[in-house]
């Protein structure tokens, strides 16, 4: 039986509501059955789990910054088991591409990364092995960037990255800028230059805990507690 709900428009309640009844489930036979490849000339196709969850939800494959789905982003993020069996953010999220033009004629309030982090449903899988061969479903939550601190710690990140671009180009933004979200190269190998906004694994595993559930181990960056 497909797992495809023709839909393009859903709000965010009902497509967390969706999301979550595929936890449990493996992702990897869904990414078959919607032909979408893990693997591109023998390297990893990152984005396969979010388009599969993209598929199921009925949202056609696109590269805007704009949000996905009217009013709130989705997102994908893979988690791994420590040798405890804890489960940990395995690495940092992609939030949009960082255009330099766009990020110095807009504050972060116009912002292409406040479009994104504004309203967000971040959805976790369990990383198995390097292979892909199974994904298991954990959980889906919602995040909302209205906590005063937090927004106003990624709006610093977001500026002090503004500024460095502003004085010295895009060139001298590396990742160590910024306490939450971070910009770096995008792309395989030393010679990319495309640029993408990331939350860093701490913002990641604070996501996941804002809204988890009961029977759900709780989830954090490896080495962290969590945000004070």
């Not at 495809?4 to 497509?15: A, C, M, N, S, V």
């Not at 979010?50 to 893979?78: A, C, M, T």
């Not at 939550?141 to 937090?150: C, G, S, V």
């Amino acid at each position: 039986m497909p797992f495809f709900i023709t839909t393009q428009t859903l709000d965010r309640k009902e497509g967390l509501r969706r999301i979550n009844l595929l936890a449990g489930r493996d992702l990897r036979p869904m990414a078959d059955q919607y032909r979408i490849p893990v693997w591109k000339s023998g390297r990893e196709n990152k984005g396969w789990a979010g388009l599969v969850i993209e598929h199921y939800l009925g949202l056609p494959q696109n590269s805007r910054q704009e949000p996905d789905f009217p009013g709130w982003e989705l997102k994908v993020v893979p988690l791994r088991r420590d040798p405890t069996g804890a489960l940990r953010v395995k690495e940092s999220m992609a939030v949009t591409m960082l255009e330099p033009a766009e990020v110095l004629a807009n504050k972060f309030a116009d912002s292409h990364l406040y479009d994104k982090l504004r309203s967000m449903v971040v959805v976790s899988r369990i990383y198995e092995s390097a292979a892909e061969l199974h994904s298991i479903l954990h959980a889906a939550a919602e995040f909302d960037l209205d906590d005063p601190k937090i927004h106003e710690q990624v709006k610093d990140d977001y500026e002090t990255i503004r500024q460095r671009i502003r004085a010295n180009g895009i060139d001298s933004v590396t990742g160590d800028l910024g306490k939450l979200v971070q910009a770096r190269t995008k792309g395989r190998g030393h010679g990319s230059t495309t640029r993408a906004f990331y939350a860093r694994p701490i913002f990641v595993a604070h996501i996941l805990n804002l809204q988890k559930l009961a029977f759900m181990p709780r989830v954090f960056a490896d080495g962290q507690t969590g945000l004070s």
